[in-house]
């Protein structure tokens, strides 16, 4: 056999799962790009409900869905990216129970349920109550369907730059398959060993979304993916595969499939085929080829593959085969056609749902409950069996029109039922995985035990109506049901299907700051959860391609959440594993990397445009906008690259005092004086108090700030106090920055910090982010001021943020994404998670039993906690004393930092707070 990405003969046709698992003994696999959780969970982006991994490698899901409904009146479609009508409301980290709650117009409400009894599933409970004062006629339906993988976005990659380009729109990725004679095996072109552009670009250390370099997944490759991205047009652009061969070949021919948009392609070949290959296009450029080279007897054990091009044209590899001459002709390849309508095998009260040319895995579902006639339709448009759902005549079923899909939809709708007003009825759907031909069986569970483990499960969320601070506590059970709940499946990622958490159900994708939020919300709660997306976005040293997984904003989130998680578990280990993955990440922020273009400039500021056109997270920042529109991104240097690069200096710093390594103190030290340096004298504006946007000439030299048609500095807002989380600025100029922060009149509103100074005459009330209120950048801001000893503060921006959630969801139930800066009203996606996180982290700061909470600066030891209070050994840098949060079981009775005595100040009705000399300590407080 070959280890490998590699097919033999024996089961081509359905081992994809084995075919790709093999992958391992090329490059590390990116099973560090998936969150370790059951295969059970809200795992689609197209409905709402629960879904099965059912094939891994393949990217298969088998989702399941509730569609509610008033008789002949209204319906609900369970749309995962619709999100108005229906929100997650709690959620179990660990995806073991979830509930969404759904509205209908009429006055009806629908509390979905997920209870995972075993990894061989669970049960899916519709709660129904009529709020209204009429009797309402409900209609329930699930619906069950196999969805197949995505096509992901294309990235092109421009030979002049590393910049990753998205174009064609996600439809169902088309594969196509390779039948084998026996002892012929495919070798599938992106599992290389060795792979160089000849002129790398700015992603040589970055490719975009973690994939491999020259990596193209698209409809027709066998498998979906193969090498492209116009490998082949520059001379010397080379790649190699290495394999083991278990079995030798008398007289072995190598096949290659491929396709050319020119009339041929060259390469030198070493290895299993030596000689010049040429490629020859065909009249369709579109379709794959294939060519014969003979290589003659090839011994068991290792061999090696290269090509390197002759730069005379691009080409795309899909892979090649090895086989027995006179067996050649018996290799073919197909497009594969998804067969995606299940043979349904019905009973009194259940159904058994097979896919056999697709999975070996079975469903059974049953309930208790009468229903109509099961049907499955040749549409997965819920919108076109929307009258069919809310009128289940079996005629209306009928009306509904095939679609040009592969995807069929199965449908069990529950007799209609009267609901009085004040009534509540549920329905219940059990489904069950069998695997490998064995029956789909759930755990025994009668009706009352079953009752009893829903209530268990409720019960973990305790009442939310009996502690202090009960109206922040339910949004933030929102909250974190959102983010946990927006975990999906597949994602594409360095080579494998994934899952991993989303901002929101509309974006199938990795996103790196966004997660780096995500991942604090889930830190205190879930720790283990959040450790594990931590360790998916840095990158294994194994991996030589990836110095992080990078997706969008590339502002370096993942390093406040490793520092909030070795908060709370102070583990030596624990850092000494991450730091030098960490390390790596800061390392590329820094230009340290192969091409890494973010430290060209004379001014040693740092720009992160090539590779993406946003670099804080801000999408319509003013001055980020007046740059790209002046053609000005390869010549500017925003201040907030370089204010985050200086903190995360300080943090490696830390970790490398901790674990003794003295040499990388010293260069951290360095890097830190030298980017402090760059920002205080080229950046620094004293005139409006805001570090501005540095201009350079071509040869990289400053020559001025960004400025408006007004003349103002281009960069008052959020990016222009950024240097605040750094702490290198005077008294004076941390004065004047925080009094824009915090001024009525500037970047302060009623419902917190805006992005952009209400005095500028480029503020826009109207704007994505000018003029509105998001949380990340607030809880930066936050823990600055909690590291310059500016408790009040710190609590203003944590207290006003609660209120505007609390009294969005308690208003509507939807969890936004950004609040108007003067009404406090949500808008944009919902339900949304991620960015909105510091919802949860300044929950469990002001109200949360048992939690200790500081500054960038404040590094927790050791922390113990018992029923007479707290004993922590703590860290505190810098030059001036800093405030700490302390929310124990009880109204505290004295506190002492390093022995002596000190203050207490309530914030809110719970929480601590505590000001503390810089250096090291025990911090005693006593109940």
Request: hydrophobic share 40%; proline share 6%; charged share 20%.
């Given at each position: 056999?070959?280890l490998?990405?590699?097919a033999?003969?024996a089961?081509?046709?359905?081992?994809a799962?084995?075919?790709?698992?093999?992958?391992?003994?090329i490059?590390?696999?990116?099973?560090?790009?998936?969150?370790?959780?059951?295969?059970?969970?809200?795992?689609s982006?197209?409905?709402?409900?629960v879904?099965?991994?059912?094939?891994?490698?393949?990217?298969?899901?088998?989702d399941?869905?509730?569609?509610?409904a008033?008789?002949r009146?209204?319906?609900?479609i369970?749309?995962a990216?619709?999100?108005?009508?229906?929100q997650?409301?709690?959620a179990?980290?660990?995806?073991?129970?979830?509930?969404?709650?759904?509205r209908?117009?009429?006055?009806?409400?629908?509390r979905?349920?997920?209870?995972?009894l075993?990894?061989?599933?669970g049960?899916?409970?519709?709660?129904?109550r009529n709020?209204?004062d009429?009797?309402?006629?409900?209609?329930?339906?699930?619906?069950?369907?196999?969805c197949?993988p995505p096509?992901?976005a294309?990235l092109?990659?421009?030979?002049s730059?590393?910049i990753?380009?998205?174009a064609?729109?996600?439809?169902p990725?088309r594969p196509?398959r390779v039948?084998l004679?026996?002892?012929?095996?495919w070798?599938?072109?992106?599992?290389?060993?060795?792979?160089?552009?000849?002129?790398p670009?700015?992603?040589?250390?970055?490719?975009?979304?973690?994939?491999?370099?020259?990596e193209?997944?698209e409809?027709?490759?066998?498998?979906?993916?193969?090498?492209?991205?116009?490998?082949?047009?520059?001379?010397?652009?080379q790649?190699?595969?290495?394999?083991?061969l278990?079995?030798?070949?008398?007289n072995a021919?190598?096949?290659?499939?491929?396709?050319?948009?020119?009339?041929?392609?060259?390469?030198?070949?070493?290895?299993?085929?030596?000689?010049v290959?040429?490629?020859?296009?065909?009249?369709?450029?579109?379709a794959f080829?294939?060519?014969?080279?003979?290589?003659?007897?090839?011994?068991?054990?290792?061999?090696d593959?290269?090509?390197?091009?002759?730069?005379d044209a691009?080409?795309?590899?899909?892979?090649?085969?090895?086989?027995?001459?006179?067996?050649?002709?018996?290799?073919?390849?197909?497009?594969?056609?998804?067969?995606?309508?299940?043979q349904?095998?019905?009973?009194?009260?259940?159904?058994v749902?097979?896919?056999?040319e697709?999975?070996?895995?079975t469903?059974?579902?049953?309930?208790?409950?009468?229903?109509?006639?099961i049907?499955?339709?040749?549409?997965?448009?819920?919108?076109?069996?929307?009258?069919?759902?809310?009128?289940?005549?079996?005629?209306t079923?009928?009306?509904v029109?095939?679609?040009e899909?592969?995807?069929?939809?199965?449908?069990?709708?529950?007799?209609?039922?009267?609901?009085?007003?004040?009534q509540?009825?549920?329905?219940?759907?059990?489904?069950?995985v069998g695997?490998?031909?064995?029956?789909?069986?759930?755990?025994?569970?009668d009706?009352?035990?079953?009752?009893?483990r829903f209530?268990?499960?409720?019960?973990k969320?305790?009442d939310?109506?009996?502690?202090p601070?009960?109206?922040?506590?339910?949004?933030?059970?929102r909250?974190?049901?959102?983010?946990?709940?927006?975990m999906?499946f597949?994602?594409?990622?360095?080579g494998?299907?994934?899952?991993?958490?989303?901002?929101g159900?509309?974006?199938?994708?990795?996103?790196?700051?966004?997660?780096?939020?995500?991942?604090?919300?889930l830190?205190?709660?879930t720790?283990?959860l959040?450790?594990?997306?931590?360790?998916?976005?840095?990158?294994?040293?194994?991996?030589?391609q990836?110095a992080?997984l990078?997706h969008?904003?590339?502002?370096p989130?993942?390093?406040?959440?490793f520092?909030?998680?070795?908060n709370?578990?102070?583990?030596k280990a624990?850092?000494?594993?991450?730091?030098?993955?960490?390390?790596?990440?800061?390392?590329?922020?820094?230009?340290?990397?192969?091409?890494?273009?973010?430290?060209?400039?004379?001014?040693?500021?740092?720009r992160?445009?090539?590779?993406?056109?946003?670099?804080?997270?801000?999408?319509?920042?003013?001055a980020?906008m007046?740059?790209?529109?002046?053609?000005?991104?390869?010549?500017?240097?925003p201040a907030?690259?370089?204010?985050?690069?200086?903190?995360?200096?300080?943090l490696?710093?830390?970790i490398a005092?901790?674990?003794?390594l003295?040499?990388d103190?010293e260069?951290?030290?360095?890097?830190?004086?030298?980017?402090?340096q760059?920002l205080q004298?080229h950046a620094w504006?004293?005139?409006?108090?805001?570090?501005?946007?540095?201009?350079?000439?071509?040869?990289?030299a400053?020559?001025?700030?960004?400025?408006?048609?007004?003349?103002?500095?281009?960069?008052?807002?959020?990016?222009?106090?950024?240097?605040?989380v750094?702490d290198?600025?005077?008294?004076?100029?941390?004065r004047?920055?925080?009094d824009?922060l915090?001024?009525?009149?500037?970047?302060?509103?009623?419902?917190?910090?805006?992005?952009v100074?209400q005095?500028?005459s480029?503020?826009?009330?109207?704007g994505?982010?000018?003029?509105?209120?998001?949380?990340?950048?607030q809880?930066?801001m936050?823990?600055?001021?909690l590291?310059?000893?500016?408790g009040?503060?710190a609590?203003?921006?944590?207290?006003?943020?609660?209120?505007?959630?609390?009294r969005?969801?308690?208003?509507?139930?939807?969890?936004?994404?950004q609040?108007?800066?003067?009404?406090?009203?949500?808008g944009?996606?919902?339900?949304?998670?991620?960015?909105?996180?510091?919802?949860?982290?300044?929950y469990?700061?002001?109200?949360?039993?048992?939690t200790?909470?500081?500054?960038?600066?404040?590094h927790?030891?050791?922390?113990?906690?018992?029923?007479?209070?707290?004993?922590?050994?703590?860290n505190?840098?810098?030059?001036?004393?800093?405030?700490?949060?302390?929310?124990?079981?009880?109204?505290?009775?004295?506190?002492?930092?390093r022995?002596?005595?000190?203050?207490?100040?309530?914030?809110?009705e719970?929480?601590?707070?505590?000001?503390?000399?810089?250096g090291?300590?025990?911090?005693?407080?006593?109940?």
């Amino acid at each position: 056999m070959l280890l490998g990405a590699v097919a033999s003969a024996a089961g081509v046709k359905g081992d994809a799962e084995g075919r790709a698992m093999n992958s391992a003994a090329i490059w590390p696999r990116p099973a560090h790009r998936d969150i370790p959780t059951s295969d059970w969970g809200p795992y689609s982006d197209h409905w709402n409900g629960v879904s099965h991994i059912t094939g891994h490698q393949r990217g298969l899901r088998m989702d399941f869905a509730l569609t509610p409904a008033i008789l002949r009146q209204e319906s609900l479609i369970p749309f995962a990216h619709a999100g108005l009508g229906m929100q997650p409301v709690r959620a179990d980290p660990d995806l073991s129970y979830y509930a969404w709650l759904y509205r209908l117009e009429a006055g009806v409400e629908i509390r979905l349920e997920w209870l995972r009894l075993s990894e061989a599933g669970g049960v899916l409970r519709a709660r129904v109550r009529n709020l209204s004062d009429v009797v309402c006629p409900v209609v329930l339906n699930w619906t069950a369907r196999l969805c197949p993988p995505p096509c992901p976005a294309r990235l092109e990659r421009p030979r002049s730059s590393g910049i990753a380009h998205l174009a064609v729109p996600r439809t169902p990725l088309r594969p196509a398959r390779v039948s084998l004679p026996i002892d012929a095996v495919w070798v599938n072109a992106l599992f290389y060993d060795h792979f160089q552009w000849a002129k790398p670009g700015p992603d040589e250390s970055l490719p975009y979304d973690g994939r491999r370099h020259g990596e193209v997944v698209e409809h027709d490759f066998v498998d979906g993916y193969g090498i492209g991205q116009g490998f082949g047009r520059e001379k010397g652009d080379q790649i190699r595969w290495r394999m083991k061969l278990a079995k030798p070949l008398a007289n072995a021919v190598v096949r290659v499939r491929y396709r050319c948009a020119f009339p041929s392609a060259s390469f030198v070949a070493s290895g299993l085929f030596s000689g010049v290959v040429t490629l020859a296009g065909g009249e369709d450029p579109r379709a794959f080829m294939e060519l014969d080279l003979a290589v003659g007897r090839l011994a068991a054990g290792e061999h090696d593959w290269s090509l390197v091009a002759m730069g005379d044209a691009a080409v795309e590899l899909n892979g090649f085969v090895l086989v027995e001459q006179n067996a050649a002709d018996a290799v073919s390849f197909a497009p594969h056609t998804w067969a995606l309508r299940p043979q349904r095998h019905d009973a009194i009260r259940s159904a058994v749902l097979a896919f056999a040319e697709e999975t070996d895995s079975t469903y059974a579902l049953s309930w208790t409950d009468d229903i109509l006639p099961i049907r499955t339709v040749a549409n997965d448009d819920l919108r076109l069996l929307e009258t069919a759902l809310k009128s289940p005549a079996a005629f209306t079923l009928r009306r509904v029109p095939d679609a040009e899909t592969p995807e069929h939809v199965t449908v069990l709708t529950h007799r209609v039922f009267n609901l009085e007003p004040g009534q509540t009825a549920w329905r219940d759907l059990r489904v069950a995985v069998g695997k490998g031909g064995a029956t789909a069986e759930l755990p025994a569970a009668d009706a009352d035990a079953l009752d009893m483990r829903f209530a268990a499960a409720r019960r973990k969320f305790g009442d939310t109506d009996q502690t202090p601070g009960d109206r922040y506590a339910e949004s933030a059970e929102r909250l974190l049901a959102t983010a946990a709940t927006n975990m999906l499946f597949p994602i594409w990622t360095g080579g494998a299907w994934v899952r991993n958490y989303s901002p929101g159900r509309e974006w199938p994708s990795v996103y790196t700051w966004d997660s780096g939020f995500t991942g604090l919300g889930l830190a205190k709660r879930t720790p283990r959860l959040s450790t594990a997306l931590l360790d998916t976005y840095l990158s294994p040293v194994q991996d030589k391609q990836a110095a992080f997984l990078h997706h969008g904003s590339p502002l370096p989130t993942q390093f406040y959440q490793f520092e909030a998680l070795w908060n709370l578990n102070g583990g030596k280990a624990f850092a000494q594993e991450r730091y030098p993955r960490l390390k790596r990440y800061l390392e590329f922020l820094l230009g340290r990397a192969a091409g890494s273009t973010c430290r060209t400039f004379g001014s040693g500021l740092i720009r992160t445009y090539d590779y993406f056109y946003n670099a804080a997270g801000m999408d319509d920042y003013p001055a980020q906008m007046a740059m790209h529109a002046g053609g000005l991104a390869a010549r500017v240097a925003p201040a907030i690259s370089t204010a985050h690069a200086i903190r995360c200096a300080k943090l490696l710093r830390r970790i490398a005092r901790t674990l003794d390594l003295h040499r990388d103190v010293e260069v951290w030290s360095r890097d830190i004086e030298a980017l402090s340096q760059a920002l205080q004298t080229h950046a620094w504006d004293a005139r409006s108090g805001y570090y501005a946007y540095v201009i350079h000439d071509a040869t990289g030299a400053p020559t001025g700030w960004l400025r408006s048609a007004a003349g103002e500095n281009f960069n008052m807002g959020l990016d222009g106090v950024a240097p605040l989380v750094a702490d290198i600025a005077d008294a004076s100029q941390r004065r004047a920055m925080i009094d824009n922060l915090m001024s009525p009149e500037r970047l302060w509103t009623p419902s917190g910090v805006t992005a952009v100074d209400q005095r500028a005459s480029y503020f826009d009330r109207a704007g994505y982010w000018s003029g509105s209120v998001w949380m990340p950048h607030q809880w930066l801001m936050w823990k600055a001021m909690l590291d310059y000893g500016q408790g009040a503060l710190a609590w203003r921006i944590a207290q006003t943020a609660l209120d505007v959630y609390s009294r969005e969801i308690a208003r509507t139930g939807l969890a936004y994404e950004q609040f108007d800066a003067f009404t406090g009203r949500g808008g944009g996606w919902s339900p949304f998670g991620a960015l909105s996180s510091p919802i949860r982290n300044w929950y469990e700061a002001y109200y949360q039993p048992r939690t200790l909470s500081g500054g960038f600066n404040t590094h927790v030891r050791q922390q113990h906690w018992s029923a007479q209070g707290l004993l922590a050994r703590l860290n505190v840098e810098g030059e001036h004393a800093a405030s700490v949060l302390v929310v124990a079981d009880r109204a505290p009775r004295k506190a002492s930092w390093r022995g002596k005595a000190v203050a207490i100040t309530l914030r809110g009705e719970r929480a601590a707070e505590i000001v503390l000399t810089p250096g090291d300590g025990v911090l005693e407080f006593d109940l």
